[in-house]
Structures are given as C-alpha cells and as structure tokens.
C-alpha cells in the first residue's frame, strides 16, 4: 500500500509563489509516476503536472505551463510542484498522486494512489 502526505499549501497574494510537497511511503519511488491534480469547489478534479519515474519526462496542463515546475528526489522519496505568479483561479485543494509502473499520465483514472490534498488559495 502507498501513502502519499502532502504539505506546503497556505494563502498566497496573486503573483506570489508556493511549494507543495508529496511524500511518499513506497520501497522503490522511481517504480512509481507521479502527478499534481487539483480541484476547485464545484468543480472535476483537474490534471495539472505529472512527471515519471525518472524525472526525465514531464507533462504540463496549459494554463500552468510556464508558472509551475514538477520535479521529484527519487533519494527523498519525494514529489515537488513549485507555483509561482500564481492567479486567483489557481485557487483549489491540490492532490499528489501515483501510479504503478514509469510511465507519467495526464488522466485522473490512470492513479490508483492519492493523498489527502492541501489547500491553495490565492486571492486577488
């Protein structure tokens, strides 16, 4: 069984930054992908980054690209979604996420693991 711990959300300004952080409990954390969901009240759970087990590929959803970096310390057994110039519509719990096997997804139904979530919001 995997457990995921996110931590590093909090209130931030429009434009400011923050650090969301995901740790993992899993024996071989680069057998594992991972990825960065979000979701606002009311809204679907959102794909936002994900990266694979060797932290050489990377996806990003559009409207992040550019503000956002997903990297991961395979020797922390930890994820990182750093957010700058962040934006009010930014604003969401923020869920870390992992699957079996390398290979990242964009899809919320590809990860069968997830954390509790942190919350983002930015206000304006």
């Known amino acids: 069984q995997v457990q995921l711990v996110e931590s590093g959300g909090g209130l931030v300004q429009t434009g400011g930054s923050l650090r969301v952080s995901c740790v993992a409990s899993v024996r071989i954390f680069s057998n594992y992908a991972k990825g960065w969901f979000r979701q606002a009240p009311g809204k679907e759970r959102e794909f936002v980054a994900a990266i694979d087990g060797s932290g050489d590929r990377i996806d990003y959803h559009d409207s992040v690209k550019g503000r956002f970096t997903i990297s991961r310390d395979n020797a922390k057994n930890t994820v990182y979604l750093q957010m700058n110039g962040l934006k009010p519509e930014d604003t969401a719990v923020y869920y870390c996420?992992?699957?079996?096997?390398?290979?990242?997804?964009?899809?919320?139904?590809?990860?069968?693991?997830w954390g509790q979530g942190t919350q983002v919001t930015v206000s304006s």
């Open positions: 996420a992992a699957r079996s096997g390398p290979l990242r997804s964009t899809l919320v139904e590809a990860y069968e693991y």
